[in-house]
């Protein structure tokens, strides 16, 4: 079965509304004729509204960074679903290493260069998950190992346990929605990618684990990016290998040329 690619730009906290749709309109012409990618960009909330206007019927789709698992209410500085899907968003980011807090909260004194300042644990990356399911959004879950982690031998352990844990209650049949992002934390903005034969290969330890859980179709249907210092000059490499189905961009995502150049070795 093959699985249509999917790149997706993280933009995290950057771009202001004039910048953010300065950003698009430099993007749109540049990946105009793609129609064998699914291409995504995640700009902030306060402009995920506009950008979806500049955007509608064109080939980019929208992306939030955050849901919350309760459809409305008292959530002081969260979003729901519903005001999600009415500025146009299809799919949501959860799970990624700077939200999740398993690696230290932020008090004072803990390692601020580690961030994790939100204290996403695997259990709410699980509610988040189901919620966007029953909610019409995809989840785009983020899995990944710590530099410590990855010297210590368990990559594959931890990153199958964050699947476990994410999966918990997820029907079968829902899971083909589901995109993962294997994002090592240690190749995250840092621009030290992961080495492709290497990201290839936990990417089909991910499958594997998908596979246990969900069953053999949804391992083969569920797609699965790379993400972690991906670059126009690395991206051709690590998108051609069997277990990579796309890329979660950050620092390369903010630059229209650099996307675009992604986007096209996906193409
Ligand atoms: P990066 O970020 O491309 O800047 O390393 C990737 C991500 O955080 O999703």
Redesign the pocket.
Known sequence: MSRKKIIAG?WKMNKTVPEALELVKALKPLVAGVTDVEIVITPSFTALYPVGIEIAGSNIELASQGIFWKASGAYTSQISAAQLLDVGVKYVIIG?SEPRGRFGVAEEGANDEFYKYFGESDHTVNLKTLFALKSGLLPIVCVGETLAERKAGETDTIVRDQIVKALNKVEPSSSSQIVFAY?PVW????GEVCDAVEADRVCGVIRDQIGIQLGSAAAKAIRIQY????KPDNAAELLAKENIDGG?????SLKAQDFAAIVNAAS
């Not at 979660?248 to 390369?252: P, Q, R, W």
């Open positions: 993280n990624h994002e190749a995250i903005g840092t993400g972690g210092s991906m979660l961009i950050g620092g390369a």
